[in-house]
């Protein structure tokens, strides 16, 4: 999974290789913790633009299909994403703009006509009604918070645990973050949300991959509510990677601007 979506998006790079190591995992020193954190945090990714659905399945009740798109480049340690969404069966289109670098986070909302910024208390709404998904949960922000390796372990492959303590801006929302790293790619592949009172909240995790131009992406991946048991599964449909977007598709100044989409493939 999730970097952006960025790092939730890509996999691992074009130039990745598995690690061969042998079936008994062992735990990292300190040194090999942070060069597998370090490695992640500040992975990058090529331009790319890509189409999704999110399905809604409530625990009890019909479910919700979504239609959404995303826009993302990224400039020296500075991380833009556009992600439009629209429920399939009703009118309006929900649209963000998040910005994420180890100097700041931040996340615009488009509202009537006009961008404006998210304060932090709201990241943890639904990005739309009838959605778990939160701007939060893409933004990653995490990526920056201080780290503390928390042992290996396997979800159905190897992979070692690193907990990322929330600062005090937003630690009335959550706690900590948990990331499960493979062992094979240094991916994420599940990451679990902890709320203020240290009880999990949220759990994302990886469901397929495939490669696209000799870049592995995420193709399928699932958030579950623990507290409600409500799921949602989210599948990219159609996607161009290195892509040619234009910076004015973030520019936040002016909410009418017309977002040129580029010729997607299916997948």
């Known amino acids: 999974m999730m970097g952006a979506l960025v790092a939730l998006i890509f996999v691992s790079g074009s130039n990745a290789q598995p690690r061969r190591e042998h079936d008994k995992v062992v735990p990292l020193d300190a ?14 990714t ?20 979504f239609d959404g798109e995303i826009f993302a480049m990224e400039r020296g340690n500075t991380a833009l994403t556009r992600i439009r969404i629209k429920p399939r069966k009703a009118e309006g289109i929900s649209d963000f703009i998040f910005k994420n670098s180890p100097k700041e986070s931040k996340i615009w909302k488009l509202e009537d006509g006009k961008f404006r910024e ?50 005090h801006a937003v630690s009335d929302k959550v706690s900590k973050v948990r990331v499960a790293l493979s062992r094979e790619f240094n991916a994420p592949v599940q990451t679990e949300t902890f709320n203020a009172q240290g009880e999990p909240a949220k759990t994302l995790s990886l ?15 699932e958030v579950r509510d623990e507290a409600t048991r409500d799921k949602d ?35």
């Not at 090529?46 to 299909?65: A, L, N």
């Not at 922000?141 to 303590?165: E, N």
């Not at 290195?242 to 010729?263: C, L, Q």
């Open 233 to 267: 599964k989210l599948q990219f449909t159609a996607a161009k990677l290195n892509a040619e977007i234009s910076p004015e598709t973030f520019d936040v100044s002016d909410g009418s601007k017309m977002v040129e989409k580029p010729r997607l493939e299916r997948l």
């Open 46 to 65: 090529v331009d790319y633009c890509m189409d999704f659905t999110i399905t809604h399945y409530p625990r009890h009740g019909q479910e919700t299909v």
């Open 118 to 167: 998210l304060g932090e208390s709201e990241w943890f709404a639904p990005m739309v009604d009838g959605l778990i998904y939160s701007p939060f949960d893409l933004l990653l922000s995490y990526k920056f918070w201080t780290y503390s390796y928390a042992g290996p372990g396997r979800i159905g492959q190897a992979v070692h645990f690193f907990d990322l303590q929330a600062p």
């Open 207 to 221: 469901g397929s991959v495939k490669k696209v131009d000799d870049v592995w992406i995420m193709l399928k991946a």
């Open 31 to 44: 040194e090999e913790a942070r060069e597998r954190w370090t490695e992640f945090a500040t992975s990058h």
